[in-house]
């Protein structure tokens, strides 16, 4: 029996799984653009139960090694790697990893995919290799990935405000999501650098719960992609529809799964969705804190 329980105990600490889950983005208001080209914003992020699988094993070299579903992207372009790399500097660590991806979330999707991976990849590693960094080391190395990185490792639905850094914590009432992906891959950086983007709502004044809210990246996505609008038209008969991030993907609110579950039942056969209940605690911090 109690050589069961070191294996455990020692398999446990080399190697673990960790969801890398979806955000949504439930407004998204552009404040302006500071000099560094990065936008002033304000957003409301809740997490999904939802997203990419990532294991995670112990290598006792320094070789940082990813497998799955990665193949389209090159090393140098992967924030999984890059996450892995700049831990492994920040702290000197002198091990290693093997780092397996399941690719669940769409890519361009604007449901953070990719920033997850990333902030899962820095509280994992941050672990298997006992570096003891505190979550707000992580968040700002973190955000030289990107500025969606450090709610992720927050791990709390959070109003964000800067560059999407500044986080205020917040308690959102669970709901249920269907969220819809169109044929479309919305490149960020296409949207935060078109002259056509709507960059001057003023500030929040108050709490946010008693304001009108929108996404400000809404009206240049569907112009530029007519899908996105047929999409955001076709839920509205269903519930108030809302694009997160920059898209593509878009979603409803409902209350019950069996409402959410209704609406993927009707979904056009060229568009791909998935439902999935929000939570206040990200599923990876949930998951982290039950590895010892």
């Known amino acids: 029996m109690n050589g069961t329980l070191t294996n455990m105990t020692m398999h446990t600490m080399t190697s673990f799984s960790l969801l890398a889950p979806a955000k949504l983005n439930l407004f998204l208001h552009i404040n302006g653009r500071r000099e560094d080209g990065y936008h002033e914003l304000e957003t409301l992020f809740t997490f999904l139960n939802y997203g990419d699988q990532l294991t995670f094993t112990l290598s006792e070299t320094t070789e940082i090694e990813v497998t799955g579903d990665t193949s389209n992207i090159p090393l140098k372009d992967n924030l999984i790697y890059k996450a892995a790399v700049l831990l492994q500097k920040h702290t000197n660590s002198l091990f290693g990893a093997k780092i397996n991806l399941t690719k669940i979330l769409p890519m361009g999707g604007g449901v953070g995919g990719g920033s997850s991976d990333a902030a899962s990849t820095l509280l994992a590693l941050n672990k298997l290799w006992h570096c003891q960094l505190s979550l707000q080391e992580l968040a700002a190395l973190g955000v030289q990935l990107g500025a969606d990185v450090p709610v992720f490792i927050n791990g709390k639905s959070a109003l964000a405000q800067g560059i999407g850094e500044k986080l205020v914590n917040v308690?959102?009432?669970?709901?249920?999501?269907?969220?819809?992906?169109?044929?479309?891959?919305?490149?960020?950086?296409?949207?935060?650098?078109?002259?056509?983007?709507?960059?001057?709502?003023?500030?929040?004044?108050?709490?946010?719960?008693?304001?009108?809210?929108?996404?400000?990246?809404?009206?240049?996505?569907?112009?530029?992609?007519?899908?996105?609008?047929?999409?955001?038209?076709?839920?509205?008969?269903?519930?108030?529809?809302?694009?997160?991030?920059?898209?593509?993907?878009?979603?409803?609110?409902?209350a019950t799964q069996k409402e959410a579950q209704h609406v993927l039942e009707n979904l056009p056969h060229n568009w791909d969705g998935f439902i999935a209940s929000s939570v206040n605690i990200s599923p990876a911090h949930t998951q982290l804190n039950a590895i010892h």
Request: glycine share 4%; charged share 25%; proline share 10%.
């Open 171 to 254: 308690e959102l009432p669970s709901k249920w999501y269907c969220v819809v992906h169109p044929s479309e891959h919305v490149s960020t950086a296409k949207i935060f650098t078109h002259p056509d983007l709507k960059r001057n709502t003023p500030k929040l004044k108050g709490p946010w719960q008693q304001q009108t809210l929108a996404n400000d990246c809404e009206p240049l996505v569907k112009k530029l992609c007519p899908e996105v609008e047929k999409t955001l038209q076709w839920l509205l008969k269903y519930a108030p529809s809302k694009m997160t991030g920059t898209g593509s993907c878009c979603f409803v609110e409902f």
